[in-house]
């Protein structure tokens, strides 16, 4: 299993980029999905979660309200779209999958079994 991360790039402040997460050999609509970042010198954290259902979702105080984390099935991808970027928000950014993660478990890194290899947002004026 191979997840593939992708979609980050540079972004002003206040600006908006979707990043990707697509995976191979393993259907996304039945496991749970994540995304952590790792900024330099910092360790990594959550930023957002969806259920193995699709039916749960959950996000960090730091991005709730401007990042949504969605699945699209039919394309085997899971989204994260991120609006009103902030300087803050400047970090690599990893995809995530369990597939026997359950809902109480999906902000720990340690439940997912897979993981993409990164891809690096950097919000700058």
């Not at 969605?70 to 394309?75: I, M, P, R, V």
């Not at 970090?91 to 890194?109: E, F, H, K, M, W």
Request: charge should be positive.
């Amino acid at each position: 299993v191979q997840l593939q991360a992708s979609g980050g790039g540079l972004v002003q402040p206040g600006g908006s980029l979707n990043l990707s997460c697509t995976a191979s050999e393993l259907a996304l609509d039945s496991v749970a999905i994540a995304w952590f970042r790792q900024a330099p010198g910092k360790e990594r954290e959550f930023v957002a979660a969806v259920s193995r259902t699709g039916g749960g979702r959950i996000y960090s105080d730091s991005v709730k309200g401007r990042f949504t984390i969605s699945k699209d099935n039919a394309k085997n991808t899971v989204f994260l779209q991120m609006n009103s970027l902030k300087p803050e928000d400047t970090a690599v950014y990893y995809c995530a999958a369990g597939p026997r993660t359950i809902t109480s478990q999906l902000t720990d890194p340690r439940s997912y079994d897979y993981w993409g290899q990164g891809t690096q947002v950097t919000v700058s004026s």
